[in-house]
């Protein structure tokens, strides 16, 4: 008998109906469409109004998978949300979204890693499945960005949206689902991306505003290096333990920064770019929603055993590859 693995069986993506073109940001900042396109291939990105928080998107995530697996919120065991911009530093976003979705039966917690959020959640509600402690895990990755973006730096406005996706896991005894995890981190890289005041570090004051210190601070060259090697590295890694070759792939799923790194990433790896999820030109850099709003958008494509390697980077640093397999054919 094949060994019971955690098998994503649903999957939902949501983006806010507001979209700042490159054209709208030409008109806030000192920069042009065609800049932005040629450097990272970003066209678009949605952004949440209306007094709503990152919560609010993971609800419709939430309501969307438990739509298409027909259960009841109160089969939930857990639920994680992996996500930077939490509607409040505390409480935790997770039980929060348990709470607005009646799943009275969960509890959760929030995974602080950026960009490869994600990949860490999914890797550890893996466990719960894989251990036989839960039976129905939901894993989150969400970020509202434009809540902590500064309109005025160029070099980090162009870059980000928000948005969430999803997926629920559960135990599978056909041999597909989560199948090895390569995860990373290295916190001496904290000093090229990070967000400066109101942590303990330097709590929120008049002054901490005024300096505008309350912003995503990016070094983008040295981020653009470092995400490049560790999302080849690991991705390397991963195939070379698994002896999987190009032809075994069916898909890429990289983590949505800048389209020249999801190039060179496609090169590493040796597949042609119609084996790599994308949708950055829609929706830009939506942190740790980028890995499942792919699943999301790419769900039809997907078919029964399909090999997926998803990568991701990001602050912290925080790295790393998942290996999955598919368990089931979209429609
Ligand atoms: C941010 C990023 C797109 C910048 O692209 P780049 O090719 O590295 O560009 P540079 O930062 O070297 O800047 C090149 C020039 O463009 C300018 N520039 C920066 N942002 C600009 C903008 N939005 N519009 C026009 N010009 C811009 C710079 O000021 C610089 O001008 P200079 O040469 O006169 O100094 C790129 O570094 C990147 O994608 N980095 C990784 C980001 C990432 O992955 N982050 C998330 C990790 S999770």
């Known amino acids: 008998m094949a060994k019971m693995r955690a098998a994503v069986t649903a999957v939902g993506g949501y983006v806010p109906e507001d979209v700042i073109t490159n054209k709208d940001l030409e008109k806030m900042v000192e920069t042009n469409d065609e800049w932005i396109r040629t450097r990272t291939g970003i066209e678009e990105r949605r952004i949440l109004k209306g007094g709503r928080a990152t919560s609010d998107m ?34 935790d976003t997770a039980n929060t979204i348990c709470d607005k979705i009646g799943a009275k039966n969960a509890f959760g917690f929030d995974i602080n890693a950026a960009c490869s959020g994600f990949l860490y959640a999914l890797t550890t509600g893996a466990q719960f499945i894989e251990s036989g402690m839960y039976k129905k895990v939901i894993v989150i990755g969400a970020d509202m960005m434009s809540s902590i973006l500064d309109y005025t730096d160029r070099s980090t406005c162009i870059l980000f949206g928000d948005g969430a996706g999803g997926v629920l896991l559960e135990p599978n005894e056909e041999g597909y689902g ?37 912003y995503v601070f990016q070094e983008g060259r040295s981020v653009f290096k470092s995400a490049v090697n560790g999302m080849g590295g690991s991705i390397t890694e991963m195939m070379e333990k698994h002896n999987l070759t190009a032809d075994d792939i069916d898909w890429v799923v990289p983590h949505q920064a800048n389209m020249r790194i999801i190039k060179a990433l496609a090169d590493t790896v040796g597949v042609s770019m119609d084996k790599v999820m994308l949708n950055i030109q829609k929706y830009g850099n939506t942190t740790a929603g980028t890995l499942p709003l792919c699943l999301s958008d790419y769900e039809t494509k997907l078919r029964k055993g399909d090999k997926l390697l998803l990568t991701a980077f990001g602050g912290g640093f925080t790295w790393g590859t998942v290996y999955l397999t598919w368990a089931y054919d979209g429609n």
């Open 178 to 214: 989560h199948m090895d995890a390569i995860l990373r981190g290295d916190g001496s890289g904290r000093e090229f991306l990070h967000m400066k005041a109101g942590g303990s570090l330097k709590p929120a004051s008049v002054d901490t505003v005024n300096a505008r210190e309350h």
């Open 58 to 91: 993971c609800v419709e995530v939430v309501k969307q998978i438990i739509e298409k697996r027909g259960i009841d919120p109160l089969e939930i065991d857990m639920l994680l949300c992996a996500t930077i911009t939490g509607d409040m530093v505390f409480p």
